[in-house]
């Protein structure tokens, strides 16, 4: 490590000459981000050995990979990895299923584009050990930035880092580290790939006091977020599938992370440990988002939650015979036949309960399975058999934007086909068959007035 200190006692004896210089390129309390990814780091291994820098954090276990037999499952690989966490969604939205893969799907920005389009004036910068990233996947979105780089060491980009928060005035850094990966690759579990993981932890301690420099000179208020890609197989060799270990990640931060997801997603969490009732890796673009305040309306249509910030729930209810109804997702997907294998079923449960909502502008959101999902109509008619010709079944899509909607405190509606359709609740119960006795198909009505309904 002698190379490392040596390259960093340069930086901090010029960088705070270098800082005053330049402190007039942000103001006071500015917020900035620093994201680094420790590529093929098994969360256990960080607990069980001496880490200082880690240990400067507040670190929780999250997963990867997808819901498993679900729309979003996704390989336990890096190309698939990297992709969501960069653009907060799984792989049937951003389209990655491999390491060789071409470039992500556009529709999907890259947490990039994204700050690049919320602020022109916003210094970028990437670095990452894994050239994939960069030049495969997020290829178009290199302009945006500053100064990025592709491939070399974990030391080389490292000190590019160091380099610019010394000598900067950065907004958002990425930098990927790839050395405990290729020791798994190399070794599996052992001495060699521990020691991997404690130079990472070396490195990771330089650039947190790179951070605290710049808090102390500038007063900026930096949000530093660091994760990994996925964990590994049994023997720490290979990765790839659907197993605990191999889906266990983890999200570590110098900053509280909150816990308010928890009452909003609405997934089984049965399996892996209860590894489905911690946050995916997909939580952090909308944590990166919130944090500097960019979050738009069509953010919530991505696969994760801020972990930073509050979280505002709507729930929507309509009086049906009597009874409190809420408005929900039906967990089968597919069902009536006209709707597709990412599309659940819009529903008034008369049990009492309501499922968490997202109201922005003029769409309506729900987590479903860990996905962005958001109401629409379909475009068939008639169907469920209940339903009359001028009459579309209410849905969740998890692949799409969302219909346009006008929405009021009492009620809802929609152009179709230049028709105003309102948002009703259908009289006949447990239709289609996914329903039970109590729970009402939601739809909108082409003919008729909408349901008067509270929004809360």
């Known amino acids: 490590m002698g190379k490392y200190k040596g390259i960093t006692s340069k930086l901090i004896s010029t960088g705070i000459l270098i800082m005053l210089s330049v402190c007039g390129f942000a103001a006071n309390g500015a917020k900035k981000v620093l994201l680094v990814g420790i590529d093929g780091v098994q969360y ?28 979003s499952e996704q390989k336990t690989i890096s190309g698939p990895g990297w992709t969501t966490i960069l653009t907060g969604v799984w792989k049937n939205k951003h389209g990655v299923v491999s390491n060789t893969h071409g470039l992500a799907n556009s529709q999907w920005p890259s947490i990039y584009r994204y700050l690049h389009d919320a602020n022109r004036q916003f ?53 990927h580290l790839d050395e405990p990966d290729a020791a798994g690759h190399s070794h599996g579990f052992g001495q060699a790939y521990d020691d991997s993981i404690i130079r990472s932890d070396n490195r990771l301690g330089m650039l947190l006091d790179a951070v605290a420099q710049r808090e102390q000179v500038f007063a900026e208020n930096w949000l530093v977020l660091v994760t990994t890609d996925h964990g590994r197989d049994f023997m720490g060799k290979g990765h790839g599938g659907q197993t605990k ?20 997603i609405t997934l089984p969490n049965k399996h892996f440990g209860g590894l489905y009732g ?51 997702w039906d967990m089968s997907t597919g069902s009536p036949s006209t709707l597709g294998a990412n599309e659940h079923v819009a529903k008034f449960d008369c049990d009492g309960n309501a499922d968490p909502l997202f109201i922005k502008g003029n769409k309506i959101y729900a987590n479903i399975f860990n996905s962005g999902c958001t109401l629409q109509w379909d475009a068939d008619k008639g169907t469920p058999l209940t339903l009359e010709e001028n009459e579309h079944v209410a849905k969740f899509d998890c692949t799409d934007f969302g219909d346009p909607l006008q929405i009021n405190d009492q009620q809802i509606t929609s152009y179709i086909n230049d028709q105003l359709c309102g948002f009703q609740w259908d009289s006949d119960a447990g239709t289609p068959i996914t329903l039970g006795r109590n729970e009402h198909v939601a739809k909108f009505d082409c003919e008729g007035s909408p349901d008067q309904l509270v929004i809360e």
């Open 44 to 71: 256990e291994h960080i607990l069980k050995l001496n880490t200082p820098a880690f240990d400067r954090l507040n670190i929780t276990k999250a997963y990867t990979g997808g819901v498993a037999g679900n729309k």
């Open 123 to 175: 210094k970028l910068y990437g670095f990452s050990t894994w050239g994939p990233i960069h030049s495969q996947f997020f290829k178009n979105d290199m302009p945006f930035l500053s100064a990025h780089a592709e491939g070399g060491s974990d030391d080389d980009n490292l000190n590019r880092t160091l380099k610019v928060l010394y000598h900067d005035s950065p907004d958002f850094i990425f930098l």
């Open 245 to 264: 270990q191999e889906k266990t990640i983890f999200i570590a931060s110098n900053k509280p992370l909150n816990k308010n997801y928890q009452s909003i």
């Open 278 to 328: 911690l946050p995916a890796q997909t939580y952090i673009v909308p944590t990166i988002l919130n944090y500097f305040g960019v979050m738009s309306d069509i953010h919530w249509r991505l696969d994760g939650l801020p972990l930073v910030g509050d979280i505002k729930v709507n729930r929507i209810y309509a009086d049906i015979g009597g009874k409190k109804c809420g408005l929900e």
